[in-house]
Structures are given as structure tokens and as C-alpha cells.
């Protein structure tokens, strides 16, 4: 007799047509456009799946514990009574069953002998069960024993001989404890799915206070008012972090509309009196002009001063193409020894007409990383203000030294800059007192600067006791 156990075939079941019906969707959809309902939604959904693994976890851990150690009985009782048969047949399998009832202290066990005509031969049922059916397979069914109807689980097997036998457990007991334990997880889901719309609920409100100051805030800016800012709660968290970081990006914000406002008012009161003067020139030579000697004279003064302005107005389109980066992808190894040298000679010839003495200090190689014709300019800029500010007699030295960043430093011994104005000198049409009476629009500090940060350099100005010291840092390889 092979007792062979199969397994229980799944059950399907099909949904509900009426509850798959949509209803409306135009406010679903306006609700999900909100980020609070969304994440609400998330954690009610995390929520109630973790609820379900856990009643699932805690159903297979009781009922379903209880099932298998039914299975397990009739498995080693079919298990026994295999042997038996197979030893003393049907005789040794009928003293055998009769033997298992008699000792069967909890009354649970379920056997039955039958004929070929399902006539009962042995065991504690009155009859075969009409459910019934089909051999190596498990039933849950009522029956009824000694005038009790009760539930039984119960495998059959068919014998040599048109012989089948029944082995079970009666599971009324285990049915109602199974029956207790599945109410139970049923409300526990009730409760947590309760318990989940609160949570959603709360998270959605503290998710839309946190959001509301920084959408308080950002309307306010839009408005016009850019001294609002995001607050600060102090606990460290992440919306905190997001409020420090608004709050950063507004103060650059601000800092960069009062530097275009005061490069506005720079640019209007700097190029005013040239406009103003090439107009009343041009007007005096309209007027009052004699000859065409006359009026030819005043033509090319007042374009001399329109050609400063437009010196003005391409310095700052440069500073604006090099801080855009716009010729950073040119970028090649340069050797800055001979671009030195070339520059101390042209400037060298100017220095002695003024007076003044350039002396040059240059390694054989100085080799850096960028463009050249920005380079050569930056440092003309610089040679340009030390020969502006530099005494009859004075001695201005440009110095390059290479290593892991090279230098570039132009030293002078005039009037200096006042350690205060240093961190200013670089703005745009920033001049300081020692520089109002001298020529210039103030920009030409600026494009250093600008040319230093497009090469991943820095500037740095300091006292030469007297005068200048400024240092052009740049590196001598391509960053990463």
C-alpha cells in the first residue's frame, strides 16, 4: 500500500465585478497632485502591507501550525497502518485500528474500514463519508460520530483488494480556535487600518505646516520681498537642512541683485560725464565751430570719449564671457616663462618712460593649465595698475614660481590698498579713495578675478610695505 500525501489544490476566486466599477476622477486626480497626499498615501500603504505580513506571519505561526500537526498525526498513523497491512493484512489492519481507538485518550482519531461495497468493516464511523471521493487526497467535512456531528479532517487510501480505508482527526475544536483566531486578526486589521488613516492624516498635516513656511516664503519673494526667509525650527532635521539651504540660495540671491544694482549705478555715474561731455563737445562744435578744422577737432574728442565708453562695455562683456565659462573647454597646457618675458619687455620700455624700473623673475618653464590670451591679459591688468600707482623711481617686479600651483606675483611700491577695500577691490567699478583721481572704470581687478575662478585659481592681494603684492595662484594640471 503506497500512502502517498498530495497536496491541496489552490483556490481561485474572482472579484466582485460591481466592486471593480470606477467612480469619478477628477478629484482623485486633483488630490494627488498634492505631495502631502501622496506621502500620506505611501505610509498608510507601508503601514497596512506591514500590518498584513504580520497577521499573515502570525496565522501561519497558530492555525496554520495547528493544520500541519493534524497532517502529521495521519501521516504517521497511515505511516503505521501501512506496515500493518503489509505485514498481517486485512486482519492485522482491523486489531490495529480497533487497538489505536482504544487508547485514543483525546477522541480525536477517525478510522475506517470498508469493503468493496463501502460496507463498514472497522473503525468509529457509521458510514463512508459522501464527500469522499478520490484516493491520496485530504478532506474537511462534517460527519457525524456517535450521534455528534463534528468536523474531520481526513485522508483516504484504497487497498489491494477493493479495500479503502479512511484516517483522520476530528478538528471541531481546532476549527473554532481557528474560527476565534481569524475574527480576531480580521478586527486587528480593522484596527490597524484605522490606526494607518490617523498616521496618514498626521504625517500629511506635518508634511504640509513643514512645506507652508517655505511656500509662505517663496510667494512673499516672488512679490518682491526678499528680506523673507524660511524659519529655522532648530531640530537639525532634514527640513531644517532644506530651510538653511533656501535661505543660503536667497542671501546669494539678494547679495547678486544689489551687485547688479550697483553695478547699475556704477555704470550710469561712471559713463555719464564722458557721454555728457562728448554731447556738449559735439554741441559747442555745432554752434560755435569756424572752420572745419574746428569742427573736425571736436568730432574726434567726443569720439575719443565714446571709444572709452565702449572700452568700458566690452570690459564688461569680457568679465561676463569668462565668468560664463564660455572658452574653458580651449583649455591647454601653457608655458607662462616666455609669455613673462614677452611681457616684461613691452612693459619694460613703458616703465622707463615713466621712470620706473620692471624687473622680471621667471624659472625656465612655468607651466600651467588654461587659456593663454586670458592669462596674458590678467597679468597685464596687473602690470597696468602697478606702473598706474607707482612712483617716479619705484620698482615694480613680476615674479613667477612654479610647484603643484604656479605663481604669478606682481609687486609695486605705491599707495597700496587698505586691507579693508581688498575684499571689495574686485567688484565691478569698485574704486577705492587712493584710485578716484586716476583714470579707469574700476573693472580692471575684476577680470583678474574672473579670469583666477575660471581656471580654478585665486587671487589673493596683499601689502608690499610699501605698495602691492598680488598673487595670481592657477593650477599647472586640469582638474578632474
Known amino acids: 500500500m503506497a500512502l502517498v ?38 505610509y498608510a500603504g507601508l503601514f497596512g502591507v506591514s500590518a498584513l505580513a504580520l497577521a499573515l506571519f502570525i496565522w501561519w505561526a497558530t492555525a496554520g501550525l495547528l493544520q500541519r500537526q493534524v497532517d502529521a498525526a495521519i501521516r504517521a498513523d497511515a505511516q503505521g497502518l501501512s506496515e500493518q497491512w503489509q505485514q498481517g493484512g486485512l486482519p492485522a489492519l482491523v486489531l490495529t485500528i480497533r487497538d489505536r481507538l482504544a487508547e485514543n485518550v483525546d ?22 463519508p459522501s464527500g469522499v471521493t478520490m484516493a491520496s487526497e485530504r478532506f474537511e467535512l462534517p460527519i457525524e460520530r ?25 478538528v471541531e475544536s481546532r476549527a473554532r480556535m481557528r474560527a476565534l483566531l481569524t475574527d480576531a ?11 494607518g488613516a490617523a498616521g496618514a492624516i498626521v504625517v500629511r498635516g506635518v508634511l504640509r505646516g513643514a512645506l ?20 529655522i525650527t532648530g531640530r537639525g532635521d532634514e527640513f531644517d537642512r532644506l530651510a538653511e539651504t533656501i535661505n543660503d540660495m536667497l542671501s546669494r ?3 547678486l541683485m544689489d551687485g547688479v544694482r550697483q553695478v547699475s549705478n556704477a555704470i550710469a555715474h561712471d559713463l555719464r560725464t564722458p557721454i555728457t561731455r562728448a554731447r556738449a563737445r559735439l554741441e559747442d562744435a555745432a554752434l560755435h565751430a569756424a572752420t572745419e578744422a574746428d569742427l573736425r577737432a571736436a568730432i574726434e574728442r567726443a569720439q575719443l570719449d565714446l571709444d572709452g565708453v565702449v572700452a568700458v562695455f566690452q570690459a564688461i562683456l569680457r568679465i561676463a564671457e569668462i565668468e560664463a565659462g564660455a572658452r574653458r573647454s ?44 586670458m592669462l596674458q591679459q590678467a597679468v597685464a591688468n596687473l ?29 609695486d611700491q605705491g599707495p597700496g590698498i587698505p586691507e579693508p577695500e581688498r575684499a571689495r577691490v574686485t567688484e565691478r567699478f569698485y574704486r577705492g579713495e587712493a584710485a578716484r583721481s586716476t583714470p579707469g572704470a574700476g573693472l580692471g581687478l575684476a577680470l583678474v578675478q574672473a579670469v583666477a575662478q575660471l581656471h580654478g585659481g585665486v587671487l589673493s592681494l596683499g601689502s608690499n610695505d610699501p605698495g602691492l603684492r598680488a598673487v595670481l595662484h592657477l593650477p599647472a594640471r586640469p582638474s578632474s
Open 330 to 373: 580651449a583649455f591647454v597646457a601653457v608655458d607662462l616663462a616666455p609669455l613673462l618675458a614677452d611681457l616684461a619687455e613691452l612693459y619694460g620700455a613703458v616703465a622707463e618712460e615713466r621712470g620706473l624700473r620692471l624687473e622680471l623673475a621667471c624659472p625656465d618653464h612655468l607651466p600651467v593649465y588654461g587659456d593663454r590670451d
Open 185 to 195: 486578526l480580521l478586527w486587528a486589521l480593522v484596527v490597524v487600518a484605522g490606526l
Open 146 to 170: 456517535d450521534g455528534i456531528r463534528s468536523l474531520a479532517r481526513v485522508h483516504r487510501f484504497d487497498l489491494v483488494g477493493g479495500i479503502h480505508l479512511l484516517v483522520g482527526r476530528d
Open 5 to 42: 500525501q498530495a497536496e491541496p489544490a489552490g483556490v481561485g476566486g474572482e472579484a466582485d465585478p460591481g466592486a471593480a466599477r470606477p467612480g469619478p476622477l477628477r478629484r482623485p486626480q486633483r488630490l494627488l497632485h498634492s505631495a502631502g497626499v501622496r506621502f500620506a498615501l505611501l
Open 107 to 128: 477522541d480525536d482519531a477517525i478510522y475506517l474500514v470498508v469493503d468493496a461495497g463501502f460496507h463498514r468493516i472497522a473503525g468509529n464511523l457509521d458510514r463512508w
Open 383 to 411: 602690470l597696468d595698475n602697478a606702473m598706474k600707482f607707482s612712483p617716479s623711481g619705484g620698482v615694480i617686479r613680476l615674479v613667477g614660481r612654479a610647484g603643484p600651483a604656479a605663481e604669478i606675483e606682481v609687486s
Open 253 to 255: 540671491i539678494s547679495r
Open 212 to 231: 507652508a513656511n517655505i511656500s509662505q516664503t517663496t510667494e512673499a519673494i516672488s512679490a518682491g520681498d526678499l528680506s523673507r526667509r524660511v524659519p
